[in-house]
């Protein structure tokens, strides 16, 4: 991964290596918070344009009203903070990665009275296969393991926690070779 200057945390940008949480972070112990994912790509007039921004916007704020998690900034200012974290680290193609999450301060299952915190990093990141998978193709692999049962987990929201699944699928592949 290629760092930046400076990532958006709790409504100001701090530089990359201040841009920490405690050890005891709920959602790090518990998986509840929410992400996107979204590409910027430079365009042919030099300028750059994020894909489908509106609407990756929504989906994060529709996946933390699924996880019941109270994002305390606006659709907006999430958006204006994901271009203004494009322009101070000078980066018009790359990876934008919105995140949610909940705090430090209570451990266990109910604890709803933690601060809710929200981050947005942006790296230059190439294609997601590579270049190699890009030109020759990718081999692929059935995981041992299954996908939970979309009423089982609350999977048509893009909660952290639900991506244990894949990694685990993921490692597993690239370990069989």
């Excluded at 290596?17 to 007039?45: D, M, P």
């Excluded at 209570?106 to 190699?132: F, H, Q, T």
């Excluded at 009423?151 to 699944?165: H, P």
């Amino acid at each position: 991964m290629v760092k930046t200057k400076k990532i958006w945390l709790d409504g100001k940008l701090v530089d990359w290596e201040k841009a920490t949480v405690h050890a005891l972070t709920h959602t790090l112990h518990y998986g509840v918070g929410v992400f996107e994912g979204i590409r910027s790509y430079r365009q042919v007039n030099g300028g750059s344009a994020v894909f489908r921004l509106w609407e990756h916007i929504d989906r994060l704020f529709d996946s933390a009203h699924i996880a019941t998690i109270k994002i305390p900034f606006t659709r907006k200012a999430i958006t204006d903070a994901i271009i203004k974290t494009l322009r101070v680290n000078g980066l018009k193609e790359g990876y934008i990665r919105p995140i949610v999450f909940i705090g430090d301060g209570e451990m266990g299952l109910s604890a709803w009275d933690n601060p809710i915190r929200a981050a947005i990093a942006v790296w230059p990141w190439g294609s997601y296969l590579g270049e190699k998978g890009l030109k020759n193709g990718i081999r692929v692999k059935i995981a041992s393991c299954i996908r939970p049962h979309v009423n089982s987990e609350m999977l048509r929201a893009k909660i952290c926690g639900n991506y244990v699944n894949s990694i685990l699928a993921k490692k597993e592949a690239v370990s069989a070779g």
